[in-house]
């Protein structure tokens, strides 16, 4: 018992002289701590000064749709403050359609004046990326690239050059980087949010995207109903110009037979006026139908109603020094230490 009493003293002693041997080699590299915060707090530093502000532009707004306020079962899960299923996909389906280059493209080619330059939004954004460094950059060590000099000329075509698709591209993935997205599942209310060195650009930006976002959902949701009534509105047109046309035939044989009595005389004005009773009954039939479509068009229309629209002063995002600082000496003293032990033990097992 003795024995083992004096070995567990050996051990306490043995790690109480390790530690302080770490400890002196730890104060004696004081050097690399320095050198390490030097290197991670001018990083970060380098953030807080060259990195711009960024204004925050959020438009929110939410998604009355008539028809699936109507079904039964969703007014159910509505009332007990359940979203509902179809709920739920639409409010994910109109803010991925946001992020899509389709109406990305529409937003970047339509005609906006910014501090009195009136121009293609998407050249507002490219000289806004530029002036962050983030369109077409490379590292020091590169050549610049020729793209960096592109602006687009005119409105979009079918026929794009190859220039215009690299650079819609790029615009394309650095707004998406730039914007966020984010919908209450109870309260169906919708975010959009993005970030731009600009304040003015970023508002005309998030009203933009907005306005061409609910243009493109309504079309696009009631594009079956729309179609299914223009048809009907232009049988039901034909259907009156042809009854119109009928009439006037049969005015004109009325007062052309109106002194002959000849039974077979008749015949005409007999014929055309069946077809006129026949052509009445198919027009009324299409008159209500076209109602019908028009209800179902009313009805089945969505409309996107914003609830706030950004205005300035937009709230502003930019690199925090202080933590940042706080987070360099940290990573310093953690990176150090390691280093330190590390080199200590394989220094000890040479």
Known sequence: MDQKFENQEFGLRDLFRLLREYRAEILRGKWIFVA???LVGGYFLGRWIFIKPQ???TTSFMLNDAESSNLGFSAILGQIGLPSGGQRLNLHKILEIAKT???GESVYFTKVNLQGKDDWMGNHLIEALHSEGKWFSNPFWRPKDSMQAFRFPGEASENKSLSEKLALKELHSNLIRKMATFFNEKTGIMEISI?????????AYSRLLYEQLSEFYIDKAIEKQQDTYQKLQSKVDSLRNIIFKKDYSLAEIKDSYRNLYLNQDAVPQ??????IRMLSIIYGEALKNLELASFNLQNKTPFIQYLDLPTAPLDVKREKL????ILALVISAIAGIMWIVLGKIIRDNR
């Open 36 to 38: 390490l915060f030097t």
């Open 55 to 57: 204004y925050v532009a």
């Open 101 to 103: 280059r389709r109406i």
């Open 195 to 203: 970030r731009l060195a600009d304040e003015e650009l970023a508002i």
């Open 270 to 275: 007999q014929q055309i006026d069946r077809d």
């Open 322 to 325: 202080g933590i940042n600082l």
